[in-house]
């Protein structure tokens, strides 16, 4: 969905009354959860079309206060030696494109964005299509290890609407309508309630870490099966294939 019209253009200057912000869209590593450094250590500014980090340049005129009894938590949103050496700017933790036309559009938070197959998987783009589905109530997508294999592949945990059934075949067909082979999540989980943090944010690190072993997980799993061409269940031997790569992903 488009963003709105952007006020400038990454790298110039936003007047405010008595401030002027400063900010950038810059490199970021979502394997590595942190910017690009060039040769000198410094961050990369990505050009329109890209996706980067928003940051923003902290000045006296532009302080940024922190969070209250967080120092920790406070440090770790500034970032410092960005384009010189002594310079401090804002992580915003928000992953943008800014296209041509300079309008701007949210892509995802850091740490939300995985890969798979040398490509970025934005989870809230994901989600977004996963929970049009018509017996969807709630959808939380991730990134699961799978031995053998570089990046993370994509996961759901959904939430089922009442009094619907889940319909592996409509919903195979929905996500290869609407989503590139590479995004579309590989295994899905259905939960009774999907959970979230102190911030309203779903929480992730738990599931990912079980993964998709159907002998661990007790509740209902299921596997994108591009032959039958519909999310079949997750048995024991799918499982065991793909660990063993005989069968391929």
Known sequence: MRGEPAVAEAGMTLHQPEKVVTYELIKYDVEKDEPVRDGNGYCIKVPKGEVGLLVCRITQLT?????????????????????????LYFNSGDLLMMDHENFIYFHDRVGDTFRWKGENVATTEVADIVGLVDFV????????????????????SIKMKEDHEFDGRKLFKHVADYLPNYARPRFLRIQD?????????HRKVTLMEEGFNPAVIKDALYFLDDKAEMYVPMTEDIYNAINDKTLKL
Do not use: C, W
Not at 138 to 155: A, Q
Not at 193 to 201: L, P, S, V
């Open 63 to 87: 302080p940024f206060s922190g969070y209250a009894g967080g120092k920790t938590q406070t440090e770790k949103k500034k970032l410092r030696d960005v384009f010189k050496k002594g310079d």
């Open 137 to 156: 109530q709630e959808v939380n997508v991730y990134g699961v290890s799978v031995p053998g294999h570089e990046g993370r592949i994509g996961m759901a």
């Open 193 to 201: 309630t999907i959970e979230i943090t102190g911030t309203f944010k």
